[in-house]
C-alpha cells in the first residue's frame, strides 16, 4: 500500500514537472512561442559564395526563441515562477531575468520584416530579382515561418564609368583610379561590399594624393541592369552634398611635435628645429633625432593618409608612449595648406613589479617561487628598452621516502632593446614596421 502511494506521488510529481516545465500555461489564447525561421530554396542559383549566403539567411531568421531541453523550456518556467520583482537590480530580479527568460511570442509583424531583411539581403549578394514568401507553421503553443526563396539569377560587374564633376584635376585623379582597379572589378560577382570597398580603395588612392578633406562616403554609385544581360553597369559619382574642400590638394606646411605633454597642465616648452620640424618639450626627455626618425609627415609633401598611419605606427612602436596623436590645422594665411600638430603623452619611464608563486611537479617536489622584475622605457634617452629580472624559488621533495631531499634555484636576467638596427646609424625607416636590436644576457645558480 505504501509503495503504491509513493508510486502514485512520484508520479503526479513527474506530471507536474513535464506540464509546468514546457513554459506555455501562462500563455493568452492568441499568443504562441515563437521558433527559429526556416530557410528553404525552391529555386536557386548557387554562386562561390553561397554558402556565406546561406549562413547569412539562417541567421537573420533568427528570433532568440526560448531553447528547449527535451521537451522543458527551464528558463522560460523559471521566468514564470518567480514574481515580478519591485526593483531592477537584487537576486529575485537575476533569478528571473538572468537565470530565467521571458518568453518569446510570435510576432506576425516580425515575420514581415524578416521576410523583408532577407530579400536586401538576396539583393546585396547580386540576386536582384529573388522572391522571398513565406508560411506559418503552428505546432503545440508554437508557431515557426518557413521562407521560401527563389534567387533568380545572379548578376556580375560589367562596365565602370565615371561621372564628370568639371574639376580638371580632379576628374583626371578618379579616372586614373578607376583605369587602375576596373580590371580586377569586371566580371566578379556583384556584392553590396565589394562597393563599399571599391568606395573605400578610390577614397584612399585620393586621400594619399593630397586630397585631405575627402572621405569614402562622399562616393556613390549607380547600378544598370538593363543594358547587358546579366551585367550590371556602374555609373561611379559624388553626392551632391559633398564640400568644396573634398576637391581640393592639400600639402604639408609646418610639423609641429609636442613631447612630454600633459592634459592637466601647462604646456610651456622651448622649441627647436630637427629635420625641418619643430620640436617642444618642456625637458629633453628623449632625444629629439629619435622621435623625428619616426615622424614621416614632412613639410612641402602632399598630404598622405599612409604617412599619417605609418608615423602613428612608429611612434608607439618606440613603447614609450601612451597616448599618440596627430591633428591637422588649415593655415589661415596661405590657401590649401596644412599644419600638422603631433601630441605624445610619456608612459612612466620606470615601473617596479612582484610575483609570488607555488610549484608542485610529478616528481613530488614543491616548494614557492619569487620574481622581481625592473622596467625602464627610455634608459639613454633613445627609446631604449631595458628589462631586468630577478627571481628564484625553493622546492623540497614530499612523501614518504623522499624526505629531505631540496633544490633551488636563483636567476638573474636582462634585456635591453634598440629601436634600431645597432650599430648602424639611426635614420628615418621607410618600412612599415620599426627594425630593433635585442640584447639579452641572463644566469642563475
Not at 633613445?382 to 629580472?389: C, H, K, P, Q, V
Request: proline letters at 3%.
Amino acid at each position: 500500500m505504501i509503495k503504491n502511494s509513493l508510486s502514485y506521488i512520484v508520479f503526479i510529481c513527474f506530471s507536474h514537472v513535464f506540464v509546468s516545465c514546457t513554459g506555455t500555461k501562462h500563455l493568452a489564447e492568441d499568443e504562441y512561442l515563437a521558433r527559429n525561421g526556416k530557410i528553404v530554396f525552391i529555386e536557386k542559383e548557387k554562386i562561390k559564395e553561397f554558402g556565406e549566403i546561406r549562413v547569412s539567411l539562417a541567421q537573420q531568421a533568427e528570433v532568440n526563441h526560448n531553447n528547449k531541453f527535451f521537451w522543458m523550456r527551464p528558463r522560460l518556467s523559471f521566468h514564470n515562477a518567480i514574481k515580478e520583482p519591485k526593483k531592477d537590480k537584487g537576486f529575485k530580479y537575476w533569478l528571473k531575468y538572468k537565470v530565467g527568460k521571458a518568453p518569446v511570442i510570435y510576432n506576425s509583424r516580425q515575420t514581415e520584416r524578416i521576410a523583408r531583411s532577407l530579400k536586401t539581403e538576396l539583393f546585396n549578394h547580386s540576386y536582384f530579382n529573388a522572391e522571398v514568401k513565406y508560411d506559418i507553421v503552428e505546432k503545440r503553443f508554437q508557431k515557426q515561418a518557413v521562407y521560401r526563396i527563389k534567387t533568380g539569377h545572379s548578376y556580375k560587374i560589367g562596365s565602370i564609368q565615371y561621372t564628370l564633376q568639371g574639376k580638371s584635376e580632379f576628374d583626371s585623379e578618379i579616372r586614373t583610379i578607376i583605369e587602375n582597379h576596373k580590371t580586377d572589378a569586371r566580371g566578379r560577382t556583384y556584392t553590396l561590399n565589394s562597393l563599399i570597398d571599391g568606395r573605400k580603395r578610390f577614397a584612399n588612392n585620393l586621400m594619399n594624393n593630397g586630397y585631405y578633406y575627402f572621405r569614402p562616403d562622399y562616393f556613390e554609385f549607380i547600378a544598370d541592369t538593363t543594358l547587358n544581360g546579366r551585367y550590371v553597369d556602374l555609373q561611379l559619382q559624388l553626392k551632391p552634398k559633398t564640400p568644396g574642400n573634398a576637391y581640393n590638394k592639400y600639402s604639408i606646411n609646418e610639423v609641429f611635435i609636442e613631447d612630454n605633454f600633459y592634459f592637466d597642465s601647462i604646456f610651456d616648452a622651448d622649441t627647436q628645429l630637427v629635420n625641418k620640424l619643430y620640436y617642444l618639450s618642456p625637458e629633453q626627455y628623449i632625444n629629439p633625432r629619435v622621435v623625428a626618425n619616426t615622424v614621416h609627415i614632412q613639410p612641402g609633401n602632399l598630404y598622405n593618409r599612409e604617412d599619417h598611419l605609418k608615423t602613428l605606427n612608429h611612434i608607439r612602436s618606440l613603447q614609450v608612449y601612451k597616448f599618440v596623436n596627430i591633428a591637422y590645422i588649415q593655415d589661415d594665411s596661405l590657401s590649401n595648406k596644412l599644419n600638422a600638430r603631433l601630441t605624445l603623452v610619456p608612459l612612466s619611464k620606470m615601473s617596479f613589479s612582484g610575483e609570488l608563486n607555488a610549484n608542485f611537479k610529478s616528481n613530488n617536489f614543491a616548494g614557492p617561487g619569487i620574481l622581481f622584475s625592473f622596467t625602464n622605457r627610455n634608459t639613454f634617452k633613445g627609446a631604449e628598452l631595458l628589462n631586468i629580472g630577478f627571481g628564484g624559488r625553493f622546492e623540497t621533495q614530499i612523501g614518504q621516502g623522499f624526505r629531505g631531499n631540496t633544490s633551488y634555484e636563483v636567476r638573474l636576467d636582462g634585456s635591453l632593446q634598440l629601436p634600431r638596427l645597432y650599430p648602424f646609424k639611426s635614420k628615418r625607416i621607410e618600412a612599415q614596421n620599426v627594425p630593433t636590436t635585442a640584447i639579452n644576457l641572463g644566469g642563475g645558480l
